[in-house]
């Protein structure tokens, strides 16, 4: 005989509501025992199933960034750096500049945790439901030039506005030329005041006209960039380069006489 719980059940499994399909019947057990109300009862199984979806959502997110690894901001070590303003990135971690269509903007030397900063404030955008795309400077630039061959650089542009919050890894660490340079300009300028920028450099703003081959550029650049922008300095030795030396420390000790 069917139950009004059963009914509940094929219906969810009709509509493709697992988690209601999987919990109906234990929260009524629940329910019956807790004598909740049929409101607090629908509410449970709803919300069940609202947050697997919104857990899947958040993973389809992030898979769909393309992140090189996931190194989270709980995982970021501010001993390490103790140059990082933890304020600020906490602030930065609730990913309301994305919904400004503000920018981060992440200087240093090679090693410092740039990378990882800004894969962490990524990771945090799309649990707040902000989607996202990385790559390097290189590879943005060979997606560009690619559309640009095909005559859809305009049409790609267009396209990458749709994403809330784009990270630019690893400007300067290759020189480009005035074509490579301009388009990564056109990048930036197109999501001036429409979208999100989190962009990563080895170089200090006074070195990019070296690295985008022409100083107007680089300066028309940053000048999109830092307008609605918190812009963030590291300092000191890579973190790899210590880990190497401590471990060496570690299996070859100094002796004392």
């Known amino acids: 005989m069917n139950t009004p ?5 094929a219906a969810a499994r009709a509509l493709r509501l697992p988690l209601i399909v999987e919990h109906a019947e234990a929260l009524a057990d629940q329910a019956r025992d807790a004598h909740w109300t049929f ?10 199933q609202a947050a697997a979806r919104e857990a899947n959502g958040v993973t389809a997110r992030i898979r769909r960034a393309h ?6 901001l709980e995982d970021f070590n501010y001993t390490w750096q103790p140059s990082a303003p933890r304020q600020l990135i906490d602030h930065l971690a609730t990913s309301t500049f994305v919904t400004a269509r503000d920018n981060v903007v992440l200087l240093g ?13 990524g990771i945090k955008a799309a649990g707040h439901g902000h989607t996202v795309a990385f790559k390097t400077a290189i590879e943005w630039i060979d997606e560009l030039a690619d559309a640009h061959a095909h005559g859809q650089l305009a049409a790609r542009l267009h396209d990458l506005d749709k994403t809330d919050l784009l990270i630019i890894d690893e400007l300067g660490y290759i020189p480009l030329d005035a074509d490579a340079a301009n388009l990564m300009f056109q990048l930036v300028s197109a999501r001036y005041e429409t979208g999100s920028i989190i962009i990563t450099s080895n170089l200090e703003f006074a070195r990019w006209g070296q690295a985008l081959s022409d100083p107007t550029v680089a300066a028309a650049m940053i000048d999109r960039l830092v307008h609605h922008a918190e812009i963030i300095a590291l300092k000191g030795e890579s973190y790899r380069t210590r880990t190497r030396r401590a471990k060496q420390n570690l299996d070859h000790p100094t002796s004392v006489a």
């Open 5 to 9: 719980v059963s009914e509940a059940i």
């Open 39 to 48: 409101e607090e009862y629908l509410a449970a199984l709803l919300s069940r």
């Open 67 to 72: 992140f090189p690894r996931t190194t989270t």
């Open 109 to 121: 030397p090679p090693g410092v945790g740039k990378t990882h900063l800004a894969i962490g404030l």
